[in-house]
């Protein structure tokens, strides 16, 4: 199957700073999703995105998929950011990287 | 839109009974759910693919005698954890994407812990 790898694993942000996580996966896909997961659990949809830029308020992805990696960036970062970020290759079925876990601190 | 929901939300049980989770998209049809467990600090890992209608598919050393799962409506797909031991405690999620949507976006519901004693 599609290896998913995301890095940093780790992430500890200062409120009003910048990042950016990175998606590598090992074989052309026909999309790629980026999750937010809550504190209670719940994934919440960021990104659907098979190519190119999206952005959404404080959050961007970018996905060059001929060189097989997605990015999401976080600016501006709040507390409320906090949590596990997760990219997964959609081929209709998920694929699901490590996450990265990003602290945010007031 | 596109929202789903997953009862219940926790349960305990204890050893040697059986559990059911359900799944329910509320605002869309779905042809095919999935279902994933997580373990503490881990990713998700996906369990079956479950399809209206007909049998469901199993991910490779996953017990479909155990795990049975039954997707009786295009809204409805149940998740049976049967004989549940200590080692099967864990956060199960289902997903499901809109049959009437050409993009497989798939949309999550919000989890049920499972903790067996």
């Known amino acids: 199957g599609i290896q998913v790898e995301q890095s940093p694993p780790d992430l500890i942000l200062q409120e009003g700073a910048n990042s950016t996580l990175r998606c590598n996966f090992s074989?052309?896909?026909?999309?790629l999703q980026w999750f937010h997961q809550n504190p209670w659990g719940q994934l919440i949809n960021l990104f659907y995105?098979?190519?190119g830029t999206k952005q959404n308020g404080r959050l961007s992805a970018t996905t060059v998929a001929t060189e097989r990696y997605s990015l999401l960036y976080i600016s501006s970062s709040q507390t409320t950011d906090s949590g596990v970020y997760f990219c997964?290759?959609?081929?209709?079925?998920?694929?699901f990287g490590a996450g990265t876990t990003v602290t945010v601190r007031a | 839109g596109a929202v789903v929901s997953q009862h219940p939300s926790r349960v305990i049980c204890k050893s040697g009974t059986s559990v059911k989770i359900e799944c329910r998209s509320l605002?869309?049809?779905?042809?095919?759910m999935f279902w994933y467990r997580q373990f503490p600090k881990q990713s998700l890992m996906l369990m079956a693919t479950?399809?209206?209608?007909?049998?469901?598919?199993?991910e490779q050393g996953v017990e479909k005698d155990k795990f049975l799962i039954n997707h009786a409506s295009l809204t409805l797909s149940t998740l049976t954890v049967t004989s549940a031991h200590p080692e099967d405690s864990s956060f199960y999620i289902c997903?499901?994407?809109?049959?009437?949507?050409?993009?497989?976006?798939?949309?999550f519901g919000p989890g049920t812990r499972l903790t067996v004693t």
């Open positions: 997903s499901a994407y809109s049959s009437g949507e050409s993009s497989y976006e798939q949309y």
């Open positions: 074989d052309s896909v026909n999309n």
């Open positions: 995105i098979p190519s």
């Open positions: 997964a290759v959609n081929d209709y079925k998920l694929s």
């Open positions: 605002d869309f049809q779905a042809t095919t």
């Open positions: 479950s399809n209206e209608g007909s049998k469901a598919t199993y």
